[in-house]
């Protein structure tokens, strides 16, 4: 019999839980938009995050210094909003096996660099404010 392999989203929830766990607090409520505007929102609270231009997060420069914030912005997009990994990646102006790939990043990086999980929280807490307006 093959193990159970869980989808990208069942993982960041997992990850959620156990962070919430970790300082103490319960996991946050689920927030799933639809439109195409809330992606841009996501991108631009990223952006303004992480210290980078919208341009900079759509250009096609691979420097960390832009691949980790646009990794972060597809993650939260995967997270939060129903799009398909096509259409997200259409967003970033990107092939769409890049999204998955983004979050599988963000998530093992998460699961093994506390700092990074510490700031892509920070970042999230302002993508949740964001998308509650």
């Not at 952006?47 to 993650?75: E, S």
């Not at 769409?96 to 990086?109: M, S």
């Amino acid at each position: 019999m093959k193990p159970h392999r869980i989808g990208p989203l069942e993982r960041i929830r997992r990850l959620e839980i156990k962070v919430a766990a970790l300082m103490g607090e319960k996991p946050p409520e689920l927030i799933v938009k639809t439109s195409t505007k809330d992606i841009l929102l996501i991108k631009r609270t990223v952006c303004d995050f992480f210290g980078v231009t919208m341009d900079a997060m759509n250009g096609f420069c691979r420097a960390a210094l832009l691949t980790w914030p646009r990794h972060a912005a597809m993650y939260f997009c995967a997270r939060y909003t129903l799009h398909s990994h096509n259409r997200i990646a259409q967003q970033f102006k990107r092939d769409h096996q890049i999204t998955p790939y983004a979050v599988n990043k963000i998530l093992n990086r998460c699961e093994t660099e506390p700092d990074f999980r510490k700031q892509i929280a920070e970042c999230e807490a302002l993508v949740r404010k964001a998308m509650k307006k």
